[in-house]
């Protein structure tokens, strides 16, 4: 994704023709070099880390480096997380979750009354949180940290009245993917498991992902871990906490998204005809991992996402791949559709994906003709009511590309037009994302 990041800073740019030259070469270096997706690092996902206690019950951390980053990685005001924008549930759920990491093996009492001074002073601040940039999963998440707290007689402000509504939203998405449900068959809450109570783990150990992880969270791996002893999750864990020098990501791998979004945005920008054989194996990438159901943000999983789905089926057919569009109907319900199967909340990027897919239709195709009437529909009544805000990005003028896409069908849209009004809506760099905490692409 970082080529995206030197995309944002030269497509702007009237270059001359070598330093254009030069660009295009750097790009392409970029390009070869993609691996699983890098991101700036989640404090929440690398205090569960640190949490982890030796598996040979030495009484020590398994993970020492990560205890180590939340140490050197606390903000002046006291917290941690995105220093550079100030989102409550990130900065809380990342505050909370380092104070107890800390607290837990007994070190760096100040750092631990700093924590606590910033909740006491911020944790009323959820009141005032636009709902649509709550994190991914905070509903289910945040509630067990708050439990851990007082076990660990740690006092945050945590009878502040809108805890009672975030028990609220755990409860009706537990209700949404019942427990004997989730045993078997995989689902969004293998992402979340550290907030799940009462596991029945001698069952979701067979839902566990080919690299070990528990959908590709190393915080619900983590706790997984600790649970379980798996070896599975030792070595998933023990390999990226490798990688990043002790702190770890939100999410990893992120492959299949990378490829993906990098190709949409060369196309988007009008300069993918520079890239054509670098596309076409990011194209030939995604389609190894494609399946009759779908895909998610990374390659070898059980669990679909319909906006991963979405892009990688517009993108497959604009190459000329065959891909049938009852890869969709498991999103579909009663003429509706979402994001994931038990979702309590839609996501408007999402809905703009499904909606640019849709367009992409063969006569005859009755399950993309439903799409495109819902997500039309859906996303011009959030436009004529100012929501146009999004639950999986903050992004520079998410309105704006949902307004052209509403106002400019696809198969009236001039290339060269559509990359003129992208050009001013693409953030780029300065797009933040919202997964468990918010992150960056470097």
């Given at each position: 994704m970082v080529v995206v990041l030197t995309i944002a800073r030269y497509a702007k740019i009237l270059c001359p023709s070598d330093e254009i030259k030069g660009f295009v070469e750097t790009i392409k270096v970029m390009l070869h070099s993609m691996d699983d997706g890098e991101t700036t690092m989640s404090a929440y996902d690398t205090a569960w880390v640190a949490l982890v206690q030796d598996v040979n019950k030495n009484g020590c951390p398994q993970f020492p480096s990560s205890l180590e980053w939340i140490v050197n990685n606390q903000l002046p005001d006291g917290s941690w997380g995105d220093g550079l924008i100030f989102l409550a549930h990130d900065r809380i759920i990342n505050t909370l979750?380092?104070?107890?990491?800390?607290?837990?093996?007994?070190?760096?009492?100040?750092?631990?009354?700093?924590?606590?001074?910033?909740?006491?002073?911020?944790?009323?601040?959820?009141?005032?949180?636009?709902?649509?940039?709550?994190?991914?999963?905070?509903?289910?998440?945040?509630p067990s940290l708050i439990d851990f707290a007082k076990k660990l007689n740690i006092e945050v402000g945590i009878d502040s009245p809108v805890l009672e509504e975030i028990y609220a939203r755990r409860n009706a998405k537990l209700t949404k993917i019942p427990k004997n449900i989730m045993h078997k068959v995989p689902t969004t809450l293998l992402h979340s498991l550290e907030g799940v109570p009462n596991l029945e783990w001698e069952k979701l150990v067979?839902?566990?992902?080919?690299?070990?992880?528990?959908?590709?969270?190393?915080?619900?791996?983590?706790?997984?871990?600790?649970?379980?002893?798996?070896?599975?999750?030792?070595?998933?864990?023990?390999?990226?906490?490798?990688?990043?020098?002790?702190?770890?990501?939100?999410?990893?791998?992120?492959?299949?998204?990378?490829?993906?979004?990098?190709?949409?945005?060369?196309?988007?920008?009008?300069?993918?005809?520079?890239?054509?054989?670098?596309?076409?194996?990011?194209?030939?990438?995604?389609?190894?991992?494609?399946?009759?159901?779908?895909?998610?943000?990374?390659?070898?999983?059980?669990?679909?996402?319909?906006?991963?789905?979405?892009?990688a089926f517009r993108l497959l057919r604009m190459h000329g791949y065959e891909v049938s569009p009852d890869v969709f109907r498991q999103f579909e319900k009663d003429g509706k559709f979402v994001c994931f199967v038990g979702q309590t909340t839609q996501a408007t990027t999402g809905m703009f994906n499904l909606l640019r897919a849709s367009q992409v239709l063969f006569p005859g195709e009755k399950i993309l003709d439903d799409a495109k009437k819902f997500s039309y529909n859906y996303l011009k009544e959030k436009r004529s009511t100012n929501e146009l805000l999004d639950k999986w990005i903050i992004t520079k003028d998410l309105p704006g590309e949902v307004g052209y896409a509403l106002d400019v069908p696809w198969y009236v849209s001039l290339p060269r037009l559509e990359t003129r009004c992208y050009l001013d809506q693409y953030g780029g760099e300065d797009d933040v994302w919202i997964g468990k905490t918010l992150y960056r692409y470097y």
């Open positions: 979750a380092c104070v107890i990491a800390l607290t837990f093996w007994n070190v760096h009492p100040t750092k631990c009354q700093k924590g606590v001074q910033f909740l006491k002073e911020n944790i009323s601040k959820l009141e005032n949180e636009n709902e649509e940039h709550m994190l991914i999963g905070f509903e289910v998440a945040f067979k839902l566990q992902c080919i690299d070990g992880s528990f959908l590709f969270s190393p915080s619900s791996t983590a706790f997984a871990l600790m649970q379980t002893k798996d070896q599975k999750c030792l070595q998933y864990l023990t390999n990226i906490v490798t990688k990043f020098n002790g702190g770890v990501p939100t999410a990893y791998p992120l492959d299949l998204f990378e490829h993906i979004w990098v190709v949409d945005r060369l196309q988007r920008l009008g300069i993918s005809r520079y890239f054509k054989s670098e596309v076409e194996g990011c194209i030939e990438y995604i389609y190894r991992y494609w399946t009759k159901d779908g895909i998610c943000w990374a390659r070898n999983t059980n669990v679909q996402d319909i906006d991963d789905t979405a892009m």
